[in-house]
Every structure is written in C-alpha cells, then in structure tokens.
T-cell receptor, first 112, second 110 residues
C-alpha cells in the first residue's frame, strides 16, 4: 500500500481554470504538508496542517486554498491558474514537528 | 526565517570514490537536519537524519556530521555506486517547518 498517495499524477489545464489536488496518508500521522517544486528543483513549503488545524501558511497567493477534512486527508484547490503555477506539487506527512516527513509521488501541473 | 545553503550544486565522482555535500543554516533554533535523495521523476526520499544533540550518524555507506556551533552539516557517501546518482537535498527544521537547500546533482561515473 502506498503510504502517501496523491491524485492526479498529472494535470494539464488552461490558464484561468480552477483545479484541485487530493492527498491521503495511511501512516496514522498527525501532520500533513504541501510543497511546491519548481523547474529548478527547489522545494518550498506552502502549507501544513496538524490535526486539521492550519499551522504553516507561507507567502502563497490566496488563489491557493488548502483544506484538511480529517487527519488523513489534505487537499489543495487552486483558483484562476497562471503560467507560473506550473510545477510539481508534493504532499507529505509526519508524526509531528521535527519528525521524518514522507512524501507522495507528486502531481505535475502544467498550465497551457 | 531559516536559510539553508548547499554546496556544490553539481558533483561528479568516479564509481568507488567518496562524495561530500555541505550545507549551512542560519537559524540557531533549528534542531533537526534530514537529507533527502530524489531520483529523476520520483519523490524525495529520506536517506538519513540527525538531531542537534548528536554530532555524527552513520548508516552503511552514508554518514552525516553536524557542527551546531558553526551551523553547518555535511553528507558523506563512501564507495559510490551508479545507483547513488540523484539529486540530494539537505534541510533544516525548527518545529514543523522544513527549509530545504537548493540541491546537489550527483553523478557517479562508471
């Protein structure tokens, strides 16, 4: 069983559209994260939830809205997609702060 | 906020030789330092980590050292093999927030 699973794996869409990415973890972890990896491979934290509570909210355009319906799920909704949103988005989970983070396989978002 | 610098950005080594990657961090409150390996098109995978109360940790061919006073830590890979070719990221954590270095692309020449 995949520990951290994301859907979809690939997302190709037009500028201006709205899209969602879903993440689920079956590790029993309390904390989940969204990262963005740009074309230069730089990994940057976007959001983190601990027990459904938002604890990290980096400088991200408010077109990005995370939602955690329960501890095992974290979704990311993006409104009015722009060319600069093209990247790989990784979900991760951990048992808590300063604990190993386990990453999903990523969602490759391409904006046309 | 935390700023993690990683060097070199690329590293080419002969199979069997050692590879060393160095990182520095800025926030003295950081106390957890993981290293991730990312193969092309794959997810980052944790390969080793170290906490601030430990100076060195080893796992088979991989070792990490930490100097808290100087705020730098290093990854050492001995007896490199072709399957070690990947991008390696260092990171520093203060509580929940993990800040990554820019990555080192390691190529092991057969």
């Amino acid at each position: 069983d995949t520990a951290v699973s994301q859907t979809p794996k690939y997302l190709v869409t037009q500028m201006g559209n709205d899209k969602s990415i879903k993440c689920e973890q079956n590790l029993g972890h309390d904390t989940m994260y969204w990262y963005k990896q740009d074309s230069k491979k730089f990994l940057k934290i976007m959001f983190s939830y601990n027990n459904k509570e938002l604890i990290i909210n980096e400088t991200v355009p408010n077109r990005f809205s995370p939602k955690s319906p329960d501890k095992a799920h974290l979704n990311l909704h993006i409104n009015s997609l722009e060319l600069g949103d093209s990247a790989v988005y990784f979900c991760a989970s951990s048992q808590g702060g300063d604990q190993p983070q386990h990453f999903g396989d990523g969602t490759r978002l391409s904006i046309l | 906020g935390e700023n993690v610098e990683q060097h070199p950005s690329t590293l080419s080594v002969q199979e069997g030789d050692s590879a060393v990657i160095k990182c520095t961090y800025s926030d003295s409150a950081s106390n957890y330092f993981p290293w991730y390996k990312q193969e092309l098109g794959k997810r980052p995978q944790l390969i080793i980590d170290i906490r601030s109360n430990v100076g060195e940790k080893k796992d088979q061919r991989i070792a990490v050292t930490l100097n808290k006073t100087a705020k730098h830590f290093s990854l050492h890979i001995t007896e490199t093999q072709p399957e070690d070719s990947a991008v390696y990221f260092c990171a520093a954590s203060n509580d929940y927030k993990l800040s990554f270095g820019a990555g080192t692309t390691v190529t092991v020449r057969a």
